[in-house]
């Protein structure tokens, strides 16, 4: 199984300032046949499912502020929040749909500071 | 617009049995594969089980093999998940969500609890 770690557990940011979330995998989730990073982000904030932020490591779902951006190829990669709002006080995950087992990270709680 | 609706969970007792359903609308449910994840309290997000388009592959955590069995209708535009021997452990909130190569929408959840 690809394993997934996260760092920080827990963040806490000030407004208005960038917060960055790395993510690991124990091995690559790149496929050299199509050069494609299968590394998702979601966001989940209490008593909601996870929501989906970026997807192919880099790609901006639809109605995602642009404030977030993710990086990274292979077996790192980070997500952005280039000044954090009071709104984006969540969880968040990295997930591989890379192989079967799909894994996640363990979650990285961002506060406020 | 794109909806997943769960129903299904509840209050059982160990070694219980349990049908969560993910009724999807909005889209051509026939086309995505599904997954089911869970989350049990104030833990992070575990994959439980995912079936192909026309439910001739499935997989399976090792936690919930041999106990879980994953489902689809596609007449009725629904995915299932039967749970049996159920335990403790299976506590959690359980997720539907569809695949567009990444998990582009998700069932709003519902809360399994096995307890006696």
């Known amino acids: 199984d690809i394993v997934m770690t996260q760092s920080p557990d827990s963040l806490a940011v000030s407004l208005d300032e960038r917060a960055t979330i790395s993510c690991k995998s124990s091995q690559t989730v790149l496929d050299s046949s199509n050069n494609k990073n299968y590394l998702s982000w979601f966001q989940q904030k209490p008593g909601q499912p996870p929501r989906l932020l970026i997807s192919w490591a880099s790609t901006r779902e639809s109605g995602v502020p642009d404030r977030f951006s993710g990086s990274g190829s292979g077996t790192d990669f980070t997500l952005t929040i280039s000044s954090l709002q009071a709104a984006d006080v969540a969880v968040y995950y990295c997930?591989?749909?890379?192989?079967?087992?799909?894994?996640f990270g363990q979650g990285t709680k961002l506060e406020i500071k | 617009e794109v909806q997943l609706v769960q129903s299904g969970g509840g209050l059982v007792q160990p070694g219980g049995s349990l049908r969560l359903s993910c009724a999807a609308s909005?889209?051509?449910?026939?086309?995505?594969?599904m997954h089911w994840v869970r989350q049990a309290p104030g833990k992070g997000l575990m994959w439980v089980s995912y079936?192909?388009?026309?439910?001739?592959?499935?997989a399976y955590a090792d936690s919930v093999k041999g106990r879980f069995t994953i489902s689809r209708d596609n007449a009725k535009n629904t995915l299932y998940l039967q749970m049996n021997s159920l335990r403790a452990e299976d506590t959690a909130v359980y997720y539907c969500?569809?695949?567009?190569?990444?998990?582009?929408?998700w069932g709003q959840g519902t809360l399994v609890t096995v307890s006696s």
């Open positions: 909005g889209y051509t449910f026939s086309s995505h594969w």
């Open positions: 997930q591989q749909y890379y192989d079967i087992p799909r894994t």
């Open positions: 079936i192909n388009t026309d439910g001739s592959a499935t």
């Open positions: 969500a569809r695949t567009n190569d990444a998990w582009d929408y």
